[in-house]
């Protein structure tokens, strides 16, 4: 089994500065894509940004320019370091990661989801 646990969420105000860490454990052989997701109250779940093992990032055109991904991968830690952050930022922000694992004797590849992480921006 592997585990995806976020941190890094919080209060902050409209304008200011988060950094969210997602870091993968379990019996893992490697990591292709990691990225992060949101979902808003009411609304449905968001791509935000995703990186390659290689570092090829991409980024939804609402966060361009303020958002950064960057990944550790002998840490298996993928991070969002999130600048000017606005009001319709608040969501929960959830991490993901598609890896290869051993499950017993066998070889597993999966997409994996974090439990999620809070963060509220206030205006």
């Known amino acids: 089994q592997v585990q995806l646990v976020e941190s890094g969420g919080g209060l902050v105000e409209a304008g200011g500065s988060l950094r969210l860490s997602c870091a993968a454990s379990g019996s893992i052989l490697g990591i292709n894509d990691m990225g992060w997701y949101r979902q808003a109250p009411g609304k449905q779940r968001e791509l935000v940004a995703t990186?390659?093992?290689?570092?090829?990032?991409n980024l939804a055109d609402s966060v361009k320019g303020r958002f950064i991904i960057s990944r550790d991968n002998a840490k298996k830690t993928v991070y969002l370091q999130m600048n000017s952050l606005k009001a319709e930022g608040t969501a929960v922000y959830y991490c993901n990661a598609d890896i290869l694992y051993y499950s017993g004797s066998s070889l597993r590849q999966t997409e994996n989801w974090g439990q999620g992480t809070q963060v509220t921006v206030s205006s």
């Open positions: 990186i390659t093992s290689g570092g090829s990032t």
